[in-house]
Structures are given as C-alpha cells and as structure tokens.
C-alpha cells in the first residue's frame, strides 16, 4: 500500500525554515516574496492499516501542538510550489529512521520492499512568479541534480486530491551480473578501458599490469581457477589500489629539484619517506608516549597511564565540490571511522573542521557548478548533522576564503578518539588477521553510491567527472555501529577491525589480507540495498556506514548476537587465508585471484621535475604602502573583513558540550564570542588531565613561499596549544596537505614545475620545525588535484587551481584542566605584554592583502630562537603568572589586541614605541607594527603583584610591556612617536568584528 504523509507548521507559527528559503531566494533573485511554507512529506511505500496509518502520524510524525498533518494534500495556499525529492539510490537518512520508527512502535518488522520516502514542497506566495523561474529557485537553490529531482506547480496545475503524486525514487537494475574480461592485447587497449570506465590508471602502470596477466606462472595457476584473461573486478581492484588517493604515489613519486636562481639541483627519493615516515620513527623511538604511527587509520599517543588518544585528518574536497551537504557529512562520518577501525578500536571524543570556500559575494564571469554561498551552507550543514547527530562534540574549527578555491572547494576534518591502553590482556592498538579468521562486514549495505569515489578525488574536477562518487553519509546507523563494536571490542571478540573508506572492501579487505598472507571472499554473500550491481561495483563501492572486521571462528556467535542487540547487520563474507593470493568468488566460481604482492612490487616511481622560482624573479616586490590617517576605521576594516570576521554563526551550529568534556569552548570570554586559541577537552571525566587541540592553515603565503607557509602554521599551532596550557614536551601533530596538480604539462599545467617545487620546499620545512620543536607527525593526508574548471562566459572552460595549503592539526597534554588559561583580559591594571619580536614582516598578510598587494617579506621562523621563550611560557603557565594568554596570529598585533580587550570587554593603554622591533623595522610606520604577521610572538596579560616573577622568569627572552587594562571598554594605541593613533571602544569593535555574517547567527 502506498500511502503520502503532509505535516507542517500550524499557520499561525512562524516556519524558520520557510523563512530562510524566502531569504536566500531575495538575496540571490532580488524577489521579496511574501511567504514561504515548508510541508514535510513522507510516502510509505509499505503495507499499514487505517489503524496503524492513524497510530504513526499521531504518535511518530506529528506535534499536535505545533504542527498538523494529513494523509491528503494539506490545503495551502500558493503563487507556486516547488517539490523536492531524492533520486532514486540516494541515502534518504531520515526515510530509514521513519521506518526503524515505524517498526517500534508497531511492534513487528517490515520486509526490504518496505520503506519510507522524505520529500518536501515549498509553497511559494509573491508576484512575479513562472515555471521557469522557479525551475532556477530549485536549481540554484533549494536541490542538486545530482542527488535531487523536482517539480513545479502552478495553481493552475495543482491537483488538490493528487498533489505531488505518489513518487517512489526506487532502485530498480534489469540488469544480470556479469563479470566481463577485460582485453589486454596491447597498451592502447588497456587505456582505452582505463578512459572507458573511469579507472584513472597512470599510463606508466599499464605496461606492468599487462605484464604481470601474461606470465606464464600466473597464467598457469589462472586457468587452474577458471580464469584467462583479467576480470573487470581485478582491474578495478588495481585501479582503487593504485590510485593517488589510495597510495600516495605523488607523496611516494621522485622529484628532480632545481633552484633557477642558483642553479643548485637536488632529487629527492620518496617525500613521504624522507620527510614524514622516517623522522617520525626516529621521533617514536625517543618518545615513550608515541604508540602507534604512520600505518593505521589514525595515530595513537599515551593520554595516560590507562588510556591512549587517536587522532587523524582527512579531506573531502570533491564530493563536497559536487553536492556540498552529502560531501561534509560524508567526509565527517568517514573520518570517525577512522578511530574507531585504529586498533581494536576507539571511543570518539570530539571532531574538528576546516572550509576553504571562495569568496561568498563572488560575481564574476566565471561561473562553478556550485556558488561559493552555497558550497559553505552546505558543507556547514554536513558537518554540523554527521557530528551532532553521532553524539560528537564539535569544539574547534576554521573558514577561509580565496578565489584559488573557486574550482575546489577544500572540506577538511579531523577525528579524535580514546583506546584503552590494553584490551583483552593485550596492548589495544594492536591487531592483526591469521590464516581460518572471519571476514565479516558491518553496519550499510553495498549500492552503487561511492563507486570510483578514489579514482575520481585522483583527478582534476570537471564536467566529465563521474556523480556517483556522491554519497550521503548516516551517522545514526554509524553510531549504533560504533557502539556495538565497542562492546565487542571489550568482550574480546574483534581480532583486527578497519573502516570500509575509500575503495570500499577492495582496501579494507586487500590491506587486512596482507597480515594473513591472503583470503578468500564471497561477493554473492555481501549484503545489497538492491539487486542487480555488477560484481566489480560490490567489490568498489563505498557505500557508507560499514566496517570489516576479523574475528575467530569460535567467537562468530557471540559476536553475531552482540550485532543483534545493537540492530547492526554484520555478515560473514569471507575469510583469511595463508595462500598468498586475494581471491575473490561469486556463486562459488573465482572472478579474481591476484598475489597479495601485486599492489606493492614492480610498478614505476612518479616522477616530477621541479622547478623553484624565488618570489623576486617571478616580479614580487615589497611594496610601498602611504601612511593611514584614519587607524581606528582601518582596524575596523580589517576586523570585518571575511578572513578576520566572527564565524560565529558556524561554530554555534555544533555541539560542543556533548560528552561533557569541554574545557576551553569554542566561543570565549565575557561574552563567549571570541574565538578561542584551542579547544581542550577532558576525554576521561574523573581525570583532571586534559588533551588540548588546534589547527592552522595560511595558504595566504604559499603566494611567497610555501617553505615559509608551512613553518608559519606549525609555529603558530604550537604558540596556540602553549597559550590554552598546552604541554611541549607531549605536543602530537597532523599534516593535511591539499595541493593543485604538479605534473607538468605544456599547455594543460604550464607551472607544474613551480608547483612540483613548492611541494617538495613544504615537505622539507615541516620536517625540519618538526624536528626543532619535537613534534612527531602521528597521522596524516594528502589530497592532491585541488583543481577545478570554470564555465566561461562564452562556453569555455577556465581552469582554476587552488592555493598550495597545508592544514596542521596539533594535540598537546594539559596535566591540570584547572590551569588552563583564554585569551581575554580579566582584571583592570593588569599589564599586557608582548612576547617576541615583531619585524617588517607583510608579505602575505590581511593588510596587504586588503591594499591589493602580495608583497615579498612573508613571516619568518627562528624555531630555535623561539623554542626558549616558548619553554619559559609553558614555565609560567605552569606557575600561573597570567591571567591571560594570545597567540598573535593573522592580522597582526593590532587584531589580537583587539581580541583579547574584545574578549574581556575591558579597555587597553598600548604604546607601541614600547614594542620590540628587529633593526630592519621601518621608522615611524604605526601601520606596519600594528598589522605585521611576524611569527613567534604572544600576548599575556599579568597582574601586578606577580609582575617581578614574570620578568625574572623571562629575563634574557624579548618580552616587552606594552600598558596595561583599563576599567573601561576603551583600547587606545599610542603610536611610534608618541602620539594617540587610535581610542575606539570593544562594542564599536565587536560591531565590525560581527557585522559581516551577524545575519546569519
């Protein structure tokens, strides 16, 4: 029986929702609408009663408070509607819960044909009004064709009794599975099906692969398994192994390094290896409280004697570039796997996010399939359901903006989690798989949402690239999958467990084999929403929401009720063998059968040349800037500029307080509006201990020198940890490196060269501050192809190459939460200082930037300068001198002052003649002081009785008092020469600092 469920908001109820669409619709049609209502709808495609039809809208779907509902067209009036709905295959998350719904409180369960759709009608009442134009208001606005169908009525058009009509967006394959061979007669031929089927196969690997078919040994033991030529399953198989995403081949690649300047060349073997894998070993060898690195789904540190922490970083930029919501909540769901598959799994304890987005009030020519607004209300979206809903909390995050990220957005997020430090008797980040282990797959079914997910985050986007690597994650289904695994975990069930990510069960089960040494899988038993995926599509698919996990044959039903309890579906799919090969059947007959070795022997390096430019040959200069006039209006400015402006309308869509253990909020002082330097939670409630957490990303830099990009975000990372109480001795970090594609092409990548260096330059400077502040790298990521191609005004593709960025996520010990410390100032006549040195340093900046200059003096890092003021900062932290504490980052010293008075709601007596400057400092240049970015400098506020004790502890370290807090709001600048640049209130401030998204709040 089919039946369709209206509900909506009584009339007389103010409909937010409605609202927000009438909103956008004004400010992207320039239409004021008079109204818009949203009617919820929901089609049951199942078998129900009068009764029970009845029993559900009363008891499940309606709030007869608030809302009404009916089984018939609720009678609303409209100039126009708009229908919304899935495509068929698209995770409906709410459909599935409506149904788990329906099934508890009617006490009996449904059958696979029985489910549940969402859809929604928006009903539009204005003038002006057509078809057409609200075709485009569902384009634009309201739906994604990739995921999303519509319609448009008119009233004319509206049929009361039939509305929308019964749409039931189902699966239907006349299709019969079949493995097809795939023909390797010559190179061509094998590439020719590498373009045909999406594979992204590197043109180099086709020679090997072919080879590797047409060996006698291997063909040998093929026909003794049915098999001749390989199967489509195998190649793809071999396509999501070798795939950039997969296996890091650029990271791994050989890179040919020539300075143009100087002409001094050097190669490079492996960056990976050099730069990251191998000075983090050696790291882990002197650091007792690093426990696992670098080969797990994330990195596992000591938190304490009983627990360890995980921590990883991922991305997720061209799904989120396709369909922003189902990217993000995609990307975030998927990164919590990740702790939980570390070991035998970790406890999630709080995520993070980082948006790159252009600009929002971008209208230029170019046109991307999605506009920059709408990329970040969708992204925001994801993330704020995949964490809330799982019960995460949310306490850090970060937005910028640039029109490098017009042709890729950049969707970062990270994951946090706790392991116990033995589980079982045995240390809990270790696992492994043996020969007569159970394969088993848990949580989602397999459909065809996620297939070539990695091979097309391998290429730059465009118009060919495939939409079915577009999934919405569920992060209810997940949650109770994580919870089950949990309590498997601790009975001792699970030997090795890994997250079903990118390339689906081709990874998870091809790299848990390799502990075996082989295994054996059933595709015929994996579980599918709907019939009719072609075997290779069951073997790739990256269907959300599922884990594999080997576990002992004896354990097998107490595993399997433990699953039922929890209302997860866990198969058994196949099991681990010693045979050296990766087998694969359907129906009991081998479809594949592949050595274990394949994938790691025989296949050619990358290679890169690269070629490194210095900033003054490639025209940058510093420039010269006239004096202000107005520094009150100009600092006002720059506070309301879209990189310095509140984003606070994002961060108080996520929940922070969840789990209970949040420390240092997002949102600080008086006001708790100010964004923190850190988050700090406390992951064990009945510990004091704590784990504080940050990230930073300046790609403004990279404009320079990505060497200087790169040491200026893992200076300021750690200055931000330091400033919350923040150990050095424990500080873990996460390179997140997201580049444009650095393969030289004459007319296709022109600066791959330039690009290929700017890698290598960034690679090498975050080994070498690793290495001088002691940092061991305990996970990380690369995301390469940030790329994107543009419609151009007449038809033309424009292609748009993102910002070389690296995001550094850093964790530090907090030994005592009760020390920690924010950035507001707290107590009138308490002496502000700065800590270090500020030099003529704007290359880059927001100021500069603001001017429309690039300029050429980036920031700078002395790591080994600053090392011994940071040491005696974690001293005084320890013996608390401060009442406050600031990392002076982007917008230089004059935006954190403003912050930490804005924070406090208190006022400043500054003098900047009292400012440290190095001898190169420009004479009487207020501006520049005020607004240089240089690296390694804080602000602490002191009081007066411990004023001796903070001097003595510094002496010899560049420290400088700067005044002190006033009892009013008022911060006043004196300037170089002794005169009052400046005397502006923290409320005008905070106005400007809020205005530009203050709407969206």
């Known amino acids: 029986m089919q039946a369709r469920l209206e509900i909506a908001l009584k009339p007389d109820l103010a409909d937010a929702e409605g609202l927000g669409v009438q909103k956008k619709i004004a400010e992207v049609f320039g239409i004021e609408l008079d109204s818009v209502r949203c009617i919820q709808i929901l089609t049951f495609n199942a078998e129900l009663t009068e009764a029970e039809s009845t029993l559900v809208m009363e008891r499940i779907f309606c709030n007869p408070v608030s809302q009404v509902a009916s089984y018939t067209p609720l009678d609303v009036d409209f100039d126009g509607c708009i229908w919304v709905g899935f495509r068929p295959g698209v995770r409906d998350n709410a459909g599935a819960t409506a149904m788990e719904a329906l099934s508890d409180v009617l006490g009996r369960s449904f059958g696979p ?32 064709d990739i995921i999303q169908q519509w319609r448009v009525f008119m009233p004319g058009s509206w049929d009361k009794t039939e509305g929308v009509g019964f749409v039931i967006p189902r699966v239907i394959l006349n299709h019969e599975p079949e493995v097809a061979r795939i023909p390797i007669d010559n190179d061509a031929a094998l590439q020719s099906v590498s373009h045909a089927r999406n594979l992204a196969l590197n043109p180099n690997d086709i020679p090997v692969i072919r080879e590797y078919f047409l060996r006698e040994d291997v063909q040998k033991i093929r026909k003794q398994k049915g098999l001749d030529l390989p199967t489509d399953i195998e190649i793809e198989y071999i396509a999501q192994g070798r795939s950039d995403h997969c296996n890091h081949n650029t990271f791994r690649g050989l890179f ?39 080969w797990d789904n994330a990195g596992a540190a000591r938190f304490d004697e009983s627990w360890n922490y995980v921590i990883t970083g991922e991305t997720h930029n061209s799904p989120s570039n396709m369909e922003a919501y189902g990217g993000a909540i995609t990307g975030i769901v998927g990164v919590y796997r990740d702790p939980l598959g570390t070991g035998r799994g970790a406890r999630l304890i709080m995520g993070s996010y980082g948006f790159c987005v252009g600009p929002l009030d971008y209208e230029g020519p170019l046109k991307p399939r999605l506009h920059p607004k709408r990329i970040l209300d969708g992204v925001v979206e994801g993330v704020r359901d995949g964490g809330n809903k799982s019960g995460v909390p949310t306490p ?27 589980v079982a008797g045995t240390p809990g980040h270790e696992k492994t798989t043996c020969p007569g282990d159970l394969i088993i797959m848990c949580g989602g079914r397999v459909g065809k949402d996620g297939i070539h997910g990695v091979t097309a985050s391998s290429e730059t986007f465009s118009a060919h690239t495939p939409a079915g690597h577009v999934q919405i994650g569920d992060p209810y289904t997940q949650k109770k999958m994580h919870d089950f695994l949990l309590e498997a975990r601790d009975a001792g069930l699970i030997a090795f467990m890994t997250d079903n990510g990118g390339g689906g069960l081709s990874s998870s089960v091809g790299e848990s084999a390799r502990f075996a040494g082989g295994c054996t899988v ?33 354990s097998l039903d107490t595993f399997m009720a433990l699953s039922a309890k929890h209302a997860v579906e866990s198969t058994v799919i196949g099991s681990y063998t010693d045979t050296g090969y990766l087998e694969i059947t359907w129906k009991g007959r081998s479809v594949a059968w592949i050595h274990m070795d394949f994938l790691e022997e025989g296949f050619p390096q990358w290679e890169f040349d690269c070629e490194w430019v210095p900033p003054g040959l490639r025209g940058l200069c510093e420039p010269v800037v006239g004096v202000p006039s107005d520094y009150a209006g100009l600092l006002q400015t720059i506070l309301a500029r879209p990189n310095m402006a509140s984003k606070e309308w994002i961060g108080r869509q996520y929940d922070h307080e969840v789990q209970a253990g949040s420390v240092i909020k997002p949102f600080v002082g008086k006001g708790r509006d100010i964004p923190s330097d850190a988050a700090v939670i406390r992951p064990v409630l009945s510990s004091e201990r704590g784990l504080a957490f940050t990230q930073t990303l300046l790609p403004f830099y990279s404009k320079i020198d990505a060497w200087h990009m790169t040491t200026a975000v893992i200076d300021e990372a750690v200055r931000r940890l330091l400033a919350v109480g923040g150990g050095l001795s424990e500080m873990g970090g996460v390179d997140n490196f997201c580049w444009p594609d650095i393969q030289f092409h004459p007319s296709k990548n022109p600066d791959g060269k330039f690009k290929a260096a700017q890698l290598v330059r960034s690679c090498k400077a975050l080994q070498s501050m690793c290495a001088a502040y002691g940092i061991p790298l305990l996970s990380g990521k690369d995301s390469m192809y940030v790329d994107g ?40 006549g308490d002496r502000v200082f700065l800590l270090g040195i500020t030099r003529n340093e704007l290359g880059g900046s927001e100021y500069y930037d603001l001017l429309g200059y690039t300029g050429l003096n980036v920031p700078e890092v002395d790591a080994e300068a600053f090392l011994g003021m940071y040491r005696n900062f974690e001293k005084a932290m320890e013996l608390e001198l401060m009442n406050s504490a600031h990392a002076v980052a982007r917008g230089g010293l004059g935006v954190h002052l403003a912050f930490i008075a804005m924070g406090g709601e208190l006022g400043l007596d500054i003098d900047l003649a009292k400012a440290g400057t190095d001898s190169g400092f420009p004479d009487g240049r ?76």
Request: glycine fraction near 8%.
């Open 113 to 144: 044909e029985d489910v549940v759709y969402t859809s929604k009608r928006y009903c539009l009442k204005g003038r002006g009004l057509s078809t057409e134009l609200m075709d485009r208001m569902a384009g634009e606005l309201l739906a994604n």
């Open 256 to 294: 040919r390094y020539r300075d143009m300047e100087t002409g001094e060349t050097e190669t490079i073997d492996n960056l990976f290896k050099t730069c990251i894998q191998k000075p983090t070993l050696a790291m882990q060898e002197e650091k007792d409280w690093v426990v696992s690195v670098l």
């Open 396 to 422: 850090f995050g970060q937005v910028t903006f640039h029109p490098g990220y017009m042709g890729k957005c950049l969707v970062f997020v990270t994951a946090l989690g706790i392991m116990p430090r033995t």
């Open 522 to 554: 059933a595709l015929d038993q994996v579980p599918l929403k709907y019939e009719g995926l072609d075997q290779w599509e069951i073997w790739v698919s990256e269907s959300q929401e599922r884990m594999t996990v080997a576990i002992r044959p004896e």
């Open 789 to 828: 191609h543009l419609q151009g005004p007449f038809g033309e593709t424009r292609k748009v190459s993102g910002l070389e960025t690296l995001q550094f996520s850093a964790t530090a010990i907090v030994d005592n939460v009760r020390r920690c410390q924010t950035l507001d100032v707290k107590k009138p």
């Open 926 to 1001: 207020d501006d520049l002081l005020l607004f240089s970015e240089s690296c390694g400098r804080m602000l602490v506020t002191v009081a007066p009785e411990k004023e001796e004790a903070f001097r003595f502890l510094f002496e010899g370290q560049p420290y400088f008092c700067l005044g002190q807090v006033r009892e009013d709001n008022l911060l006043c600048i004196k300037g170089l020469g002794g005169d009052s640049i400046l005397c502006i209130s923290t409320a005008d401030l905070k106005q400007s600092f809020k205005k530009p998204f203050g709407d969206r709040i």
